[in-house]
């Protein structure tokens, strides 16, 4: 009788718990499991990277998995495909999401053809969504851990992708990834959660973007026209900001904190409000460009649906409907809307569903 061969999968493993929880649930299903550590930055000064430790951590894991830990070096097509369109964004004054770029075109892209040069039916993640294929469709849902649902970040996959990928932690919560760690003795179990830029970790985000864009100081004004204070470039603000603005107590004025309203590239300025529910900072319907559907084909629209603006938000009614321009499509929320920023992702639902999603480029 021929011995079936055992199913192949590479587990992208950080030296994070997710990860390495991930590699040994699939090494309990019976997979052949071995691992790959992505250095995907580089740079001279290593002081505020943990690429060292992050290493060691995956190393050790493997060690008590008994797999074996594959290494590469994505940098460059990091640099290329994520990190140039990043300054692109940052540069016209938008606030771009790295992460959801660097899903598809480094996790997803150069990790996945790197696995199936090395011969892996499949690779795996330690990220908290889930996928289900249902009637000749790679579908792809929430996680089970609402807190943590990660879809949002995922939605510009594609069938090929998904058929190839394995969410083994997507069912489960975090408490419940902690526990398993540490039952199994896995000496990361308590590691903290990776936070910051994609790959790059935490910056002090004002200094590290000021070494690859000439900041523009200018005016801060008062959505009254009241010039209140100077920026140092538009760059380092976001839509709805509210620390670090830097005007303090203004004569005349209330206690109330400020927000940034809007970016006026145009004209180089910073217009500020301390209405939390400005018009500025509330509005129900937005155009979004660059669509992905997950599905491979668009739509039928209009569709009512559910999406979401930023992650961690709830899902929210809406109803998508096309415009004249292109592609774009325009999104009309039921309810309004706060703080809507250029630059981001807006995320379609059906219901545990993600459908797939655009960039926002303008509000309504």
Not at 79 to 98: C, D
Not at 213 to 229: S, W
């Amino acid at each position: 009788m021929t011995k079936l061969r055992q199913q192949f999968v590479i587990v992208g493993l950080s030296g994070g718990v997710d990860s390495s929880v991930s590699a040994l649930l699939l090494k309990n299903q019976g997979y052949h499991v071995e691992a790959l550590f992505m250095q995907n930055w580089q740079e001279q000064n290593n002081d505020n990277c943990c690429v060292a430790e992050d290493l060691h951590d995956a190393e050790i894991v493997c060690d008590v998995l008994k797999i074996k830990l594959h290494k590469a070096n994505f940098s460059n097509e990091y640099w290329q495909k994520v990190f140039n369109h990043f300054l692109e964004e940052y540069a016209a004054g938008r606030t771009p999401n790295p992460d959801v770029l660097c899903n598809k075109e480094i996790k997803f892209g150069a990790f996945l053809n790197y696995a199936q040069s090395l011969g892996a039916d499949f690779i795996a993640t330690g990220h908290y969504a889930q996928h289900l294929a249902q009637n000749g469709e790679e579908m792809l849902l929430k996680g089970a851990d609402k807190n943590k649902d990660q879809s949002y970040f995922l939605y510009l996959l594609d069938q090929k992708q998904l058929a190839t990928t394995l969410f083994p932690v997507g069912g489960l919560t975090k408490q419940q990834v902690r526990t398993i760690a540490q039952t199994s003795h896995l000496p990361n179990y308590a590691k903290k959660d990776s936070t910051g830029i994609c790959f790059i970790g935490e910056r002090k985000f004002k200094n590290f973007l000021s070494e690859y864009l000439l900041a523009r100081p200018g005016n801060i004004i008062t959505t009254d026209k009241k010039i209140v204070g100077k920026h140092e470039g538009l760059m380092f603000y976001t839509i709805g900001q509210r620390q670090g603005i830097g005007v303090g107590g203004q004569k005349d004025r209330s206690e109330a904190p400020w927000y940034v309203a809007f970016k006026d590239q145009k004209n180089n300025t910073l217009v500020i409000t301390q209405n939390k529910n400005h018009p500025n900072l509330m509005a129900k319907k937005l155009i979004c460009t660059k669509v992905h559907w997950i599905s491979g084909r668009p739509c039928d629209l209009p569709l009512k649906c559910r999406a979401k603006i930023r992650y961690r938000q709830l899902n929210q009614d809406c109803i998508i409907s096309a415009t004249n321009e292109n592609s774009n499509l325009l999104v009309e929320f039921s309810d309004y809307q706060w703080a809507i920023t250029p630059g981001q992702s807006v995320v379609f639902y059906n219901q545990e569903q993600c459908l797939g999603g655009g960039i926002i480029a303008d509000l309504q």
